[in-house]
């Protein structure tokens, strides 16, 4: 977990505002629409529920100005589906003049466990301000309440704190506003002959337009801001669905604008009330600036683009290579750490290895488009470095590459190798198979992001059932506790797992779980 936590005051930034300006010009427009919540609820015990919560439907939505409340009832609406947006109602009283302020609390859920928990219980280490509650007093009714921050919900409870014994409330026409920069309706799913594959689309198609705003950001119910990791996987999701090029240049630019006075591109950007780069750096994340521009151009082919930021891809190999020894051997220390996934409970360096002989590759390509005198140098990099990982990471006793000095063995290093495609065709699929039936059931990961690489890994080693396999268990096991939209993070052996200790902090709309679309539309739509 510290590994994204970083505190580094001492970084010194450079901007470039012609990039800058070019980001903007890609700002995208933002779509709105008037969602009606749909029913009245309750929160209800319930098995095979994240949690062990569900909202029972109780009324239609058109019951709701019929009741009016008082101190300490509460009401829950329902949206039937997951929106991001702004909210607004109609509040109304009936009785004696208004002798008192109305003070109610708003709290919006995206999960129903969300709403069996009680804020002030939560201690975890992440700020407890991105809890979706709010608490207003009203002076005047009747109003129109419109709430001014956005939110990333389906469920909305709203509970009366304060009112006086002399009148009641009446709750009418409860509105979102949703906000995202593509049309949902735009995009039909694929005709798939397995319902479950269908739906699990289904539900990757919306947890990626919740998270396409004025950026791709990682999460709209906290965060809100555009990470390096995520925009690789977001953008491939993309290509395969919305295909909406300028959001990926303007996060490009956006980056590529922004690095630290030694050319290295930081994990993250915010992007309100102004461009601002954080100080956290991670190893892959800042080399994964060479995937997202070389998987652009892949797609659409923008030569203007690649020579717009070839240079800035080539630093971030650059500083990653100074990182590897004469022999091959890639060294990380804690200045520069390797993501890989949340986890830390597994050694990252072959992994770390093979995500720096990927995105090589990658850059390889854009040299050789671009014409790069220097292009033989990676190339010889490049060979140094898989000659040092097939003659000291891969264990051919077990048939499985080893990481670190214990020579441990885990999922993540077999995921990236293939991915890198270090070995052929048959050698890879005989390595996956070996990390199914070794590693299998998969251990100390619980995040969709490293089980997006591993699910990939079985395809590329074509073994398509066992990936379709995960693919099910996995996302498929998130549509069984009632996802809308795929989550930050999933433990299937621990379905109540949050990496911040609490539901209420953590994330049910996700940029890096929404890649079953990607994965689908590559590997099983027929051709």
Known sequence: MAFTFQINNDIKFKYNQDLLNKANQYRPTINYHSVNATSLGNLNKITNSLGGYNIKKVADISELPKHSFTQDEKVILDFGDHYVGRFSMNIKKLGS????????????????????????????????????????????????????????????????????????????????????????????????????????????????????????????????????????????????????????????????????????????VFTNPTEIPDDTFLFDYSLFFVSTLADFEKFSHEKAILNDLYDVAKKQVNIALKQVSKQGELKLDDTYPVFIDWSNEFDKTTAGQAIMIYTLKQSIALARLVKDPETSFYKEKLASLEKFTRRHLFDEKIGLFVSGNAREINVASQAWMV?????????????????????????????????????????????????????????????????????????PEKPEYSPYGSPLLTSYCHAWSCTPVYLIEKYLLER
């Open 97 to 268: 003049p208004m002798d008192a302020p109305l003070f109610p609390k708003f709290k919006f859920a995206e999960m129903p466990v969300e709403l069996a928990e009680d804020s002030a219980n939560y201690k975890g280490w992440l700020s407890k301000s991105w809890i979706q509650e709010e608490y207003i007093h009203l002076d005047t009714l009747p109003t129109r309440l419109e709430l001014p921050r956005h939110y990333s919900f389906r469920y909305l409870e709203i509970t009366i704190l304060g009112i006086s014994s002399k009148w009641r409330v009446f709750f009418e026409n409860p509105v979102v506003t949703t906000e995202s920069s593509v049309d949902l309706s735009k995009v039909s799913v694929p005709k798939l002959a397995d319902s479950e594959i269908t739906k699990i689309y289904t539900v990757g198609l919306k947890t990626l337009e919740g998270c396409m705003q004025d950026v791709f950001e990682d999460g709209p119910k906290r965060d809100q801001r555009l990470w390096l990791g995520d925009l690789r996987l977001q953008a491939l999701a993309n290509y395969a669905t919305f295909k909406n090029t300028d959001l990926v240049k303007r996060c490009l630019y956006l980056f590529a604008a922004m690095p630290s006075s030694d050319g290295c591109l930081p994990a993250d």
């Open 419 to 491: 991915l890198a495609h270090v070995f052929n065709d048959q050698e890879n699929q005989k390595l996956m198979q070996n990390t199914v039936h070794q590693l299998f059931p998969i251990k100390n990961i619980a995040t969709p992001y490293m089980y997006h690489h591993v699910t990939q890994a079985l395809f590329e080693a074509n073994l398509t059932d066992e990936a379709v396999e995960l693919m099910k268990s996995y996302w498929g096991k998130m549509v069984q506790l009632g996802a809308d939209t795929y989550w930050e993070a999933f433990n």
